[in-house]
């Protein structure tokens, strides 16, 4: 691969600052330290620091300790899977479960109309999204609440229309349920597939907002264009807007239930969680809502699903939808200012690599069909006494030769051939870090 080796690798890692930071995450910190480490703590002037490293070792991290545990704590430098960030949280949902927790009491509540109200306050802050306090129905998880409508809809061995590349969760979810995934491979929006591919047996329609693996932010048109196609066709929409508050510069989300028809609208179940905005994926609190009473009706009336919230997770919510809304508008600067430097690193410096900078989301879609060829992928896939993918062997490779883990696209479904995603929800330097070996493990093919 000659162009692998024109790499000035030198350059590059002095570039990025790579060589400074070397260690920095090296030692495991135990929890009572990673609690002390730097973070996103205030700073003067108001900003708040997502450049310190953050060390999340050794407090059974999915994204981290599980990597380790697997691969080797040697081969681990930057976990960069699990749809988490290493950011520590906003002050604020930090002091109000200081608060909480000093009542040592965590007996069945009732959940709080004040919580339902920082819901629909920072909708209609933020997205001027209307949501009926009544109409919300809580869950523990995104999952959970996908799954019970679902139930409700879709009957055993039925199909649920989905784009590819997708989430790998809604197989799951999907699975759960006793059905079908029916992939549509993800065009802008290709009408003609989609069509296609409803039947008599398509009940549902898992659409993502912005889309996770792609970082696809849905335009208004385009969501009204899904949305004619499913009302039309009986079929019906859930809107996973999970990853709504990442979006990048010049770039808008549209809320699915702010779409001008009514009758779309009402054909739609949205599902939101500040899992992802505020780093709170464990505390398990997310949330639904329609504007069909029908719908919520046979989602939670005919007792598909069971509203489950846990005590912590509703005052950490709470607290991130009222006060957290100024760090978290820093987080979307810097991840903004991250996925520049991704794009313009990976295809500057990355052999074989490129990408697109996202509209949405804190992840990135790399293209690394020609690095993985480079490295023989297919033939290392097809010599693997596992069943394996050429990604999953790449995945491999980077753990092996780069000591970074990335997620392989083949886990996405149809469309992920010769893709990655890469999780840039952490420090710059870790992501530049992560870069620089990727570069260099790629170079020296
Ligand atoms: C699009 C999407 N939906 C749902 C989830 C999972 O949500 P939860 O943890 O709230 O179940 C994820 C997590 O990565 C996701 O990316």
Not at 1 to 12: G, P, V
Not at 222 to 228: H, K, V
Request: aromatic fraction near 8%.
């Amino acid at each position: 691969m000659s162009k692998l080796s024109r790499l000035d690798r030198r350059a590059f890692l002095r570039s990025t600052g790579m060589t400074a930071v070397a260690g920095a995450v090296g030692a495991t910190v135990p929890v009572s330290r990673a609690a002390e480490a730097g973070g996103a703590v205030r700073q003067q002037g108001g900003r708040y620091d997502f450049d310190t490293i953050y060390s999340r070792i050794g407090t059974d991290s999915s994204k981290w300790d599980a990597q380790i545990a697997r691969y080797g704590r040697e081969k681990i430098e930057v976990g960069m899977g699990t749809a988490d960030q290493d950011f520590r949280i906003a002050p604020a949902i930090s002091r109000a479960l200081r608060d909480r927790v000093a009542h040592e009491n965590y007996g069945y509540l009732s959940i709080p109309a004040s919580y339902k109200e920082s819901i629909v306050d920072w909708n209609r802050r933020r997205y001027g999204l209307e949501i009926d306090p009544d109409s919300i129905q809580h869950a523990a998880g995104v999952h959970a609440g996908v799954i019970s409508t679902l139930r409700a809809f879709c009957p055993p061995g039925s199909k649920v229309l989905m784009q590819t590349p997708g989430y790998n969760g809604f197989y799951t979810d999907i699975r759960v349920v006793g059905c079908v995934a029916e992939e549509s491979p993800l065009k802008l929006v290709d009408v003609e597939d989609l069509e296609r591919r409803i039947d008599h047996d398509t009940h549902a329609f898992i659409l993502c907002n912005p889309h996770n693996p792609t970082g696809n932010v849905w335009s208004r048109s385009d969501l009204m264009t899904l949305g004619e196609i499913c009302h039309r066709r009986r079929v019906v929409v859930l809107a996973d807007e999970i990853h709504c508050d990442f979006v990048t510069k010049g770039h808008t989300y549209t809320p699915f239930a702010t779409l001008g028809d009514e009758a779309v609208v009402r054909n739609s179940v949205t599902f939101k969680s500040v899992s992802k905005s505020f780093n709170l994926s464990m505390m398990k609190c997310a949330y639904q809502f329609s504007t069909n009473p029908d719908y919520l009706e046979r989602i939670a009336g005919t007792g598909q699903h069971r509203q489950a919230m846990n005590t912590l997770g509703i005052v950490a919510a709470e607290a991130a939808y009222n006060e957290g809304e100024d760090w978290l508008d820093q987080l979307l600067e810097y991840i903004d200012g991250t996925q520049d430097l991704v794009e313009s690193t990976v295809n500057a410096h990355v052999p074989g690599v490129k990408t697109v900078k996202p509209e949405g989301t804190f992840l990135a879609w790399l293209d690394v069909a020609e690095a993985m060829e480079a490295v023989g992928m297919q033939q290392a896939a097809a010599a693997a006494e596992q069943p394996t993918t050429p990604e999953q062997a790449f995945q491999r490779f980077l753990v092996d030769h780069a000591h970074i883990h990335l997620n392989p696209g083949s886990s996405y479904g149809l469309g992920s051939d010769g893709r990655m995603r890469m999780n840039i929800g952490t420090s710059r330097r870790l992501v530049e870090r992560a870069l620089g070996n990727m570069a260099q493990a790629l170079a020296a093919v």
